[in-house]
């Protein structure tokens, strides 16, 4: 019951952190001018826009095939799309559960161990965060005559401005950070004998094993070099997505392709907050990042973010949907042919 209570509680308070940020984005808008943006917009680049994102998905599936290869879990790329379209059908709900929840798919459908298949995710994430920190440091070099005034303006000014000067900032955080892993770390070590003794911590013990199965698969993945054109080329469509999306709008049609890399990177970082599907998280730093950057009216910059959001949400929803009753009917159907 305390479980249940926790999990309702923590699912409120990240939509409650969607509903703040959203409210952040859509402040001091004009709805009904936003709206119309969005009804006059080219619904042809946004279609050629969807098929990007079909696509990107589907060289996620592909991806993370290698990876699994590494376990001897053969699957079909249509299996492990659905599973990955139901993590984001099940993410849009609640967040972080959809990663879970596509690697239990696929546990349950070859039978195999959920924790080394989790490993396998992780280092897909792992290769995602680096990639996105790659495309940010491209995207600040190749910018950086006004993208570096935004980030200093937005987010580095407002906490340096808190102290004496930029030095003693640095200092004081980094100081911070480092008291809080030393505390960590002690505490740790403090209570190791204690946490022997009890059941949970060797059960998360064989937990971490697990994952670490699961992340030693890199070491064995047969074609490296094309889980990097796979990585390289998937956000290379989610880009494409942002592009096409600049199309569809008056406004924005002027934008370039780097600049599209741009705000795909920034609007990136939204989707790490913890809310349902990244609502509210994504509309705040696109909306943001057109403004600030491209001088873009807030009202078309609110309609772009909510744009390109809700074709994606209405996608994942549709497909999501879809590819769970797929693994339905394909479960039922394995589980009929065992028992004859």
Not at 6 to 27: P, Q
Not at 40 to 65: E, G
Not at 93 to 101: F, H, K, Q, S
Not at 242 to 252: G, P, V
Request: with cysteine.
């Amino acid at each position: 019951m305390k479980k249940k209570i926790l999990s309702v509680l923590k699912y409120l308070i990240f939509l409650s952190i969607g509903g703040v940020l959203l409210w952040l984005a859509l402040r001091g808008k004009d709805i009904n001018k936003s709206l119309t943006e969005i009804l006059n917009a080219d619904y042809t680049w946004i279609l050629l826009a969807v098929v990007a994102m079909i696509f990107s998905h589907i060289i996620r599936a592909l991806r993370w095939n290698q990876l699994l290869d590494t376990l001897d879990v053969k699957t079909t790329t249509g299996t492990t799309f659905c599973a990955v379209m139901i993590g984001y059908f099940v993410s849009n709900a609640v967040p972080r559960l959809g990663e879970i929840t596509r690697c239990g798919v696929l546990s349950r459908y070859h039978k195999v161990p959920v924790n080394s298949v989790i490993g396998t995710m992780i280092i897909e994430r792992a290769f995602d965060t680096l990639t996105m920190v790659i495309i940010l440091l491209i995207t600040i070099l190749s910018q950086l005559h006004f993208l570096g005034d935004f980030i200093n303006e937005k987010w580095l000014s407002p906490i340096t401005a808190r102290f004496s000067s930029n030095t003693s900032a640095m200092l004081i955080i980094g100081g911070a950070c480092l008291g809080f892993c030393l505390l960590v770390f002690f505490i740790y070590r403090i209570s190791l004998p204690k946490l022997r003794k009890l059941k949970f911590f060797h059960k998360t013990l064989d937990i971490i094993k697990g994952f670490w199965e699961g992340v030693k698969t890199i070491k064995n993945i047969r074609h490296k070099s094309l889980f990097t054109f796979y990585t390289v080329f998937m956000w290379f469509l989610y880009t494409l997505t942002i592009y096409f999306c600049f199309k569809s709008i008056n406004a924005t049609s002027n934008l370039a392709f780097i600049d599209a890399l741009t705000i795909m990177s920034l609007g990136s970082i939204g989707t790490l907050v913890p809310t349902p599907g990244g609502i509210g998280a994504y509309q705040y730093f696109v909306t943001l990042s057109l403004i600030a950057l491209y001088s873009i009216e807030k009202n078309t910059a609110s309609a772009f973010a909510n744009l390109v959001y809700f074709s994606q949400w209405f996608l994942i929803i549709i497909i999501g949907g879809l590819s769970w009753g797929v693994m339905i009917i394909l479960q039922k159907r394995i589980i009929k042919n065992e028992s004859n």
